[in-house]
């Protein structure tokens, strides 16, 4: 690579990508939630798993944003952080934001009801043996008005309604779980999440990560073979001009398994590209490794336990 390819090469890492601001607020409240959730439960036997991506029959997954296995049952919960006015029709749930757009969301109650179907099919056990699952929706945000008609439903719960139902709040904390909880905790433990680009910036892409393409070198061997051993990997860009002058700068990877321990330290073509799916697309997109910071693996390859 001759001087002015390298140095160029430079200024392409240097390029930030920086995150939209209602996916960060988003986000921020997902986090808020399910930190105010875990303060709750301390302590106690409750658990709770955040993210978690369900397979359904048609071999899709369906993502819950919160499960908390409490006193004698499960809540799956969808959380909504919108602004603005909320009205229903029927089932269907509209948002009216402060610009005056509508947005049809469709049927949110409805969503996350079928979500509690999906996970009692893919837990696959007799009906002695099934947790009551109960699916809510939060409303987070404090600068959306919900109608009494909604906010009274009871498959509705506002933060404060939440805090109040976990220990911590004071809500009724019971003795242990039950047989078929401890099966259930089984099941949501074999679960994953979406898995996470970080590029420079601070923007983070959530999907399914593919194994790439050959170019990509050892890592592409090790995302292919061993996707299920690694948790996380770092990338190692060289940034500086000066250095560049002398020599090519190096692109690393840092591979670390799933104990935290690292596996490998390999070179990256800079021009390979790892493949992803995003969340909510059917199809695939590229992101070059010169503009990746980490790559958090949290998916899995869930067994059909049908």
Not at 83 to 95: C, L, W, Y
Request: hydrophobic share 40%; aromatic share 6%; glycine share 10%.
């Amino acid at each position: 690579m001759w001087i002015g390819a390298r140095i160029k090469e430079v200024f392409l890492r240097k390029q930030k990508f920086t995150p939209k601001g209602h996916e960060v607020a988003g986000r921020r409240a997902e986090n808020d939630l399910a930190r105010t959730v875990n303060a709750g439960i301390s302590g106690s036997y409750w658990r709770a798993w955040e993210g978690l991506r369900i397979p359904n029959k048609d071999g899709h997954r369906r993502e819950v944003d919160l499960i908390i296995l409490a006193n004698e049952e499960a809540l799956l919960i969808e959380q909504k952080h919108w602004s603005g006015d909320v009205k229903m029709e029927g089932e269907t749930v509209f948002q009216h934001r402060r610009s005056g757009d509508i947005m049809d969301h469709g049927e949110v109650f409805g969503k996350i009801k079928m979500k509690c179907g999906v996970l009692a099919w893919h837990h696959n056990v007799n009906d002695s043996l099934q947790v009551p699952m109960r699916p809510v929706v939060i409303f987070s945000n404090k600068n959306l008005n919900v109608p009494d008609y909604v906010a009274q439903r009871e498959d509705c719960m506002t933060v404060a309604e939440l805090i109040d139902y976990l220990p911590g709040g004071g809500g009724s904390v019971g003795t242990g779980f039950t047989p078929a909880q401890i099966a259930l905790t089984s099941t949501l433990d074999e679960l994953g999440s979406w898995d996470e680009i970080h590029q420079p910036g601070g923007n983070r892409i959530f999907g399914d990560v593919f194994a790439g393409l050959p170019e990509q070198g050892p890592v592409h061997d090790l995302l292919k073979n061993r996707f299920e051993d690694i948790k996380e990997i770092n990338v190692k860009r060289e940034m500086s001009i000066w250095k560049a002058i002398i020599k090519r700068p190096a692109l690393d990877a840092e591979i670390i398994n799933q104990n935290g321990a690292v596996m490998a330290v390999c070179a990256i073509n800079p021009d390979s590209v790892i493949k992803h799916r995003p969340a909510g697309s059917r199809g695939s997109t590229e992101v070059k490794w010169r503009h990746v910071d980490k790559v958090v693996l949290t998916s899995r390859f869930v067994k059909n336990k049908h």
